[in-house]
């Protein structure tokens, strides 16, 4: 931690804001839509129900736009694409950008095959307020939008381009990008932070991104990106470190991971390790 007042100052601030998210989202039960991979939806929907939130999932475009009136944000996953996501994302996010709607984006695979291809590259004068993904997923999506120098292949200044990028068209003034990974890291694209912790249990179920992802526009529906995105992230890795020490394989821990979830308090997510880097 550092010695500058200002900057502990700052950090006490920020977790304030954390504790405050948490404690919203159990009392609100904020309602976070998600067009998502179908191979996860299941576990989408129950971890924002355990996070403290309210589900809804669909994958017809004047539904999503319908219900994202009344929804605090939105979710959109491009994991195993049907042929039809090619036009419904699109319009998804030009009306949702239209509208002035918060949405968070997991660029599931970015740089694999044509259609996905087009379908992120859709969103970059449409973009959403939050991406989360791992490091080569926000590399692609920074060279893929333009953004990248020639060759760039560090993902702290690639979720730095693109978080500026979010915020200079986002509908609340700010954007943020969540890599995963060992340390997860977060930006907003002027600060940045390491998440140390978590259990590498996440990486043998499947959803475990997807539902982090979910659990993000959770948040995002009380709290700004950057807090939303840092609570996010806290989260799962105090509930993944809490289900591996009792579970006893994959099955029995995406069920603890579940009940993790629900029962981390607020205090447990504000009190993490955060370190804030240049």
Not at 46 to 57: E, I, P, S, V, Y
Not at 106 to 131: K, M, N, Q, W, Y
Not at 180 to 203: I, K, N, W, Y
Not at 273 to 278: D, F, L, P, R, S
Request: glycine share 8%.
């Amino acid at each position: 931690m550092s010695d500058d007042p200002s900057t502990n100052d700052a950090l006490g601030t920020l977790r304030a804001a954390i504790k405050q998210a948490v404690t919203d989202v159990h009392e609100q039960t904020p309602l976070a839509q998600s067009f998502t991979n179908f191979v996860t939806i299941n576990l989408v929907a129950n971890a924002q129900l355990a996070a403290g939130g309210t589900a809804a999932m669909s994958y017809l475009p004047d539904d999503v736009i319908a219900t994202a009136e009344i929804a605090g944000s939105n979710y959109i996953n491009v994991g195993t694409l049907l042929p039809f996501f090619k036009d419904a994302l699109p319009e998804i996010a030009r009306k949702l950008h239209e509208n002035g709607k918060t949405w968070v984006l997991d660029p599931v695979a970015a740089g694999i095959g044509e259609t996905r291809t087009f379908i992120l590259e859709s969103f970059r004068d449409a973009p959403p307020t939050i991406v989360r993904g791992n490091a080569s997923e926000v590399i692609a999506l920074d060279a893929m939008w333009g953004l990248a120098d020639a060759d760039s292949t560090d993902p702290v200044d690639a979720a730095k381009r693109l978080a500026r990028h979010l915020a200079k068209r986002s509908p609340v003034g700010a954007g943020a990008v969540a890599v995963s990974g060992a340390v997860d890291l977060v930006t907003d694209g002027e600060r940045t932070f390491r998440l140390p912790g978590g259990s590498a249990m996440m990486t043998k179920i499947t959803g475990a991104g997807c539902s982090l992802g979910g659990v993000t526009a959770t948040y995002l529906a009380v709290a700004g990106p950057l807090v939303a995105a840092i609570a996010a992230s806290l989260l799962y890795n105090r509930a993944s470190e809490i289900a591996e020490s009792t579970s006893q394989g994959p099955g029995s821990f995406q069920v603890a991971l579940l009940d993790a979830l629900w029962n981390v308090t607020a205090d447990q997510v504000a009190s993490s390790e955060i370190m804030e880097t240049a």
